[in-house]
């Protein structure tokens, strides 16, 4: 591999101040946070979900110790959990625009080294040098995977550099401290973003585990003024492998064994089949509503690689429900007059990472069965199997008084806040090029890449590509296949080459969503509320051509439809990246499924200073 090297720059002088600027806080990080008690504690199947616990900044600050810690459950699935010194688990972060969050973290997992998979990290890195991968399974085939942690603070425009949202060279080992200080901008959207480890090889095993948080921009009320004073109920889908471990059924398959079980607010599903009939049943949680009453349902999709169409119906028919924010970006609230117009729509299709907050109807007295279901996933003839799924069972209460007061509800409006609007103004700048970014993946699941094919400037000359071949999986010390400017804006087209779907997660940034393309070609609905509005999450649908001769990767599977008849456009998603933030240095994108980050579909990219690269 490369090692990356660094001369006499604007990269070693921001180095070397972020170096001064932590001196204080390293000295407290060398203070372990001890293991907590009974950590990664779960619920009963069909239990009432409550909200998360959680911690509010105070005078501009929040200042969090965590323990990250393993659990093994009553049938061997291995769980992650970060633990305060107090006994919340996966607390809920709440922070204000321009606040700072502050977390000291101990690697409290036990270290057993497992096989020789470990991978050097070269310098500069920001914590340990070697990640301890521990990847092994049990008898029963469940991962017990333990080892390197960090925090990706997923969806904020922090700073990539040592010590904030940095996932590319830190590392925290087994009885190892590190700290984070990170500077919220003061005009972040407000809304809901997450926290979770993300060490490349480890990420799925870790969300699998239930190793993530919620983390909540706070003001929302002053820029969506229609969910002030409503009760708000944050939301946190996880997966987790199935208590039966049973083969799944082929993608897209309703009604059949899913790929993994899913659990709101740490409340299982339960998937359970019935191995003569073949019928799997669910038991849903319960959620508690007021009669006639409007609630703000804020839902972040935490599963590792499981992609989720959510829809409320009342009795098998689909309600209206009112879209207010999508990946922590109120809707419809970057240009134009404010507030934006909520986003009416009967269902929302929510990729692994993504987020969805929207206004939600209680169910009428003459109403026997309400829910919030995950309709069943057509993802591709390589895809997993995702049926029709209920999530929540809307229960009617007559004073639904068992959630804390102070986080009970939206503060009420005090006046519009235009401040908010970061990414405001992106349809008056001109690209600076034009890429062509795509996924590919070796059918036999064994290797998945993310892939830079193309460059156009503006003025219509060809600029360099990745710099490695194509389909070269990821390793943490690939130099950056793409490099951009601080202040630039550029389009990209996010391809999809393989027979499965992709996803596209920007750290560090939003991007605009400009058109969904050639979807239907391959029977794919485009997804609905995304278009013009600005995500950190999008998903690109299977290709559904003929596959690569050999299972590989060679010819691209959509080079030819179905029975080698004339090339198929691939699917594709057009969007602006907004790299106009005051964040510099290296972060990556990759697909969100996490199997397919873990095993390579993931790219570092560089934004050097306005006044230039250095060479």
């Not at 929302?220 to 889908?237: E, F, T």
């Amino acid at each position: 591999m490369k090692k990356r090297l660094y001369t006499k720059s604007i990269f070693l002088a921001v180095a070397i101040v972020f170096a001064l600027a932590f001196a204080q806080m390293n000295a407290l990080a060398q203070t372990a946070v001890k293991p907590v008690a009974n950590p990664c504690q779960r619920f009963a199947a069909g239990s009432v979900i409550h909200q998360p616990p959680a911690l509010f900044s105070q005078n501009g600050v929040l200042t969090v110790q965590f323990s990250y810690q393993a659990a093994t459950d009553s049938v061997g699935r291995q769980l992650f959990c970060f633990m305060t010194p107090g006994g919340l688990e996966n607390p809920t972060l709440h922070v204000n625009p321009g606040d700072t969050l502050n977390i000291t973290v101990t690697n409290n997992t036990p270290f057993s080294e497992v096989g020789d998979t470990d991978e050097v990290f070269n310098a500069p890195t920001c914590g340990d040098t070697t990640f301890e991968s521990q990847v092994a399974k049990d008898s029963q085939g469940f991962n017990m995977t333990g080892g390197s942690m960090n925090i990706h603070y997923h969806g904020t425009n922090t700073t990539p550099a040592c010590h904030g949202d940095n996932v590319v060279k830190t590392l925290v080992n087994p009885g190892h401290t590190f700290s984070y200080s990170l500077q919220f901008p003061t005009n972040e959207p407000p809304g809901l973003y997450w926290y979770h480890p993300h060490v490349h090889g480890l990420a799925e095993a870790a969300l699998q585990g239930g190793g993530s948080g919620a983390l909540v921009v706070d003001g929302i009320n002053n820029v969506q003024p229609a969910v002030a004073n409503l009760r708000h109920r944050i939301l946190v889908i996880r997966d987790q492998p199935t208590k039966q471990q049973l083969t799944e059924s082929p993608g897209g398959t309703e009604g059949g064994i899913p790929q993994v079980d899913l659990t709101v607010n740490n409340v299982p599903l339960d998937a359970t089949t019935n191995t003569n009939t073949g019928v799997t049943t669910y038991t849903p949680a319960v959620i508690h509503m007021e009669s006639g009453e409007k609630q703000f349902w804020r839902v972040t999709n935490s599963s590792s690689d499981v992609i989720v169409d959510l829809q409320v119906r009342f009795d098998g028919m689909a309600q209206t429900i009112e879209v207010v924010g999508i990946d922590a970006v109120p809707v419809n609230s970057q240009d134009g007059t404010q507030p934006g117009n909520l986003i009416p729509v009967k269902h929302f299709r929510v990729p692994p990472a993504s987020r969805v907050e929207f206004i939600v109807s209680a169910p009428p007295s003459t109403v026997k069965l309400a829910q919030l279901v995950t309709q069943n996933i057509i993802s591709g003839p390589l895809g997993d199997n995702a049926p029709t799924r209920p999530l929540l069972t809307m229960q009617i209460v007559g004073d639904d008084d068992d959630e804390p007061a102070l986080d009970d509800r939206v503060p009420a409006y005090t006046g519009l806040d235009t401040s908010r609007q970061r990414f405001g103004g992106i349809m008056n700048v001109t690209p600076s090029v034009t890429r062509t970014v795509f996924f590919e993946e070796v059918e036999d699941g064994t290797a998945f890449f993310i892939n830079f094919s193309k460059c156009v400037t503006a003025a219509g000359a060809t600029c360099p590509i990745q710099p490695y071949p194509i389909d070269t999986p990821f390793d943490n010390n690939n130099p950056p296949a793409i490099i951009t400017t601080q202040g630039s804006v550029e389009k990209w087209l996010v391809q999809n080459h393989a027979r499965e779907n992709h996803e596209l997660h920007q750290h560090q940034i939003h991007f605009k969503v400009l058109s969904q393309d050639n979807f239907e070609i391959n029977g794919s609905q485009q997804a609905p509320a995304i278009d013009g509005q600005f995500l950190d999450m999008v998903e690109v649908p299977f290709c559904g051509g003929d596959p690569p001769a050999g299972g590989g990767v060679q010819p691209p599977a959509c080079i030819t439809a179905n029975g080698g008849g004339p090339g198929l456009p691939y699917p594709q998603v057009e969007a602006l990246m907004d790299f106009r933030g005051p964040d510099i240095g290296d972060f990556v994108f990759h697909c969100h499924i996490l199997g397919h980050e873990d095993r390579g579909m993931m790219a570092i990219e560089r934004v050097c200073p306005a006044t230039g690269c250095p060479h």
